[in-house]
């Protein structure tokens, strides 16, 4: 007897027949005595629809309205997923976010889980029911419904679980397990069988959007299993979790993400005072600009500095004037930009004090032909920044070298 | 300065520009310092397209999954209508039933109001917000969300104005008032003024159906005013109070109800002895069959009666079947059933102890040749059923007779 969270995107409950399918493959896999809870998402492009409905209406709608909009997608599925259920003959019952206990704070549209208090689900399971939980959703103190933003029915899932003590979160997904790379880019690609929390959080973190980072990060802080799953096979995917229980040989590295929505901005011949390097990037946080890789190298001809750094494209105009707004009071020569690069990184707990892992990956790169930007270094993950054209070339020389069972 | 309760049904706020155009009337015609409360229905044919999606997903949904499901119409609906206010930079919020404290039982679809706290709603338009209010739904002491069925929002709409002892609640419908008679049916129908609770309710039990009986019937417990008034034009409606403020001369009767959602039922040759009528009657009741008018008539020929009843005509089929069953145990001769009746109605609380209405009625349905085959009566309406293709020749005669000024 377990208790299992079931988590089923958008796309699985598009239509009702979609909704027979899942309600088929539960009942068909339940073990006897099983507690379960199904987290859902809106149907297919509702919200979407309720998007364009809004922008018709008002296209800079208060925050707290849209939450109230937004909200109805999953209240509809989750009262329509309830009522398959019952047409089976199995007793089901729907809660919406503030039902099901989920507390918010006030950050309408993006707001964070603060507690779950699971008294109405745990009865309800009690009675023999199996229980759905509309995703995505939350309350107040106040008693204000809340959204929590991209990927939030995943968070839902696993604060629920957490609030449940449940053996394990199963997210369905229309993509089978975390793998070593892309394997739309990477056709050797390994599924892994588990990976911790810090690794999960790293990769996603350097772009390998399988999870949403909060929904792990939740995880993590109420050591709450994740099972990420294929919606379509049943077949096991890879579990997220504290620490391994099997041990999968000779993978130090665990996995390689690609991120290509990055640009470099170069701040050519800063002068080498003390405080440079503050006020610039001062500035861009005073902008709410995230940086990410940072270089800076000294100019042996003039005694001045290039600074470089990385941020997202979307970033890149907001942050481009904010270092010309800077151009008179620091006297640097000028900026340079570059959107054509992308970030290739390696990622594993235990490539800490392995020195090979750092000279393998700029050895495969060298390899390959391809040139090195920038490199920086966490504990766990090493990021190179190269020419975006060469993205697939690279992260399939890295999997090369670190993965070559994957080549079988 | 006012509080005020206004309530729009679901074709009003069909799309964004109809929610444009309730905006726009409103702040217009708000006075300086009015409190505004807007209770709203769900936009267009959303209930309809869920009730759709219900029946495919399972064509027995559990109630309290329907009422899940149809209470996101509503809040789509105020979220944007409060968005709107937003746009015209006029301060607005939006509370589902259950936020503005619609306390009801837990019967679902129907479910009853039991109580109003309407601290939030007060406290928002003490900051100066107009107030949107989902109209049909509520909360049960269980924290499940209900719906009030057919007119519900009507009724929401009084509840709030009780719970805030709003000056008037206004109800924006597509008639413009409560006429003497169906201005379809009578092109001299007058626009009454006022109405009091009492009539309203008798007018609309026998067939009048400007306002579901359940939003009369809580303003007359909560002495509310509840003004009946158009959508389309900005003219005063009817309100319907406990007393009269003004006197329309020579009104005894109030209005003219008809309704053709009538069956006759005639049982013949009922053995003459006690407990005849009782055991037809309950058996009726028992099969949750409502009986509206009854008459027993005593044959002299052979010491048997007639018993005649009408029914619905959604009930006839029930009913007859009821009656079927008790023909061995009560040797009654046969069952006749007349589908093609109707009942026309005299309303006026004036009328009690004014011996000449009744003969009035009587005398202009004769003087135009209409058959009488049943009369009834009660404390403040005569009701005579006849033949459905008479209904617009009785309903004009009556009216000529008790409103000869409308005739101008």
Known sequence: MATLVKKFGGSSVATPEKMHGIVDRILRERKPGDRIVIVVSAMGDTTDDLLALAQQVNPEMPKREMDMLLATGEQMSIALLASAFCAKGQPAVSFTGPQAGIKTNDKHTKATIEDVSA??????????????????????????????????????????????????????????????????????????????????????????????????????????????????????????????????KGFVIRGIAHDINVAKIAVRGVPDHPGVAYEIFQALADANISVDMIVQSARVSDNKNDILFTVTQTDLADATSVIEDLKDKMHFDRVDLEINVAKVSVVGAGMLGNPGIAAGMFGALAKAGINIAVISTSEISISCLIPEKDVKKAVNAIHDYFFPQGKK
Chains 1, 2 share one sequence.
Request: charged share 25%.
């Open 119 to 248: 008294t109405r689900v745990k009865q309800a399971l009690d009675e023999g029911k199996i229980v759905i939980v509309a995703g995505f959703q939350g309350i107040t103190p106040y008693g204000d419904i809340t959204t929590l933003g991209r990927g939030g029915s995943d968070t839902t899932a696993v604060a629920v679980a957490a609030g449940l003590k449940a053996d394990l979160c199963e997210i369905y997904t229309d993509v089978d397990g975390v793998y070593t790379a892309d394997p739309r880019l990477v056709p050797q690609a390994i599924k892994l069988k588990e990976i911790t929390f810090g690794e999960m959080l790293e990769l996603a973190r350097l772009g390998a959007g399988v999870m949403q980072p909060r929904a792990v990060e939740y995880g993590e802080h109420n050591d709450v299993a994740i099972h990420v799953r294929s919606t379509f096979h049943d077949v096991p995917g890879t579990i997220i979790r504290r620490e391994y229980t099997v041990q999968e």
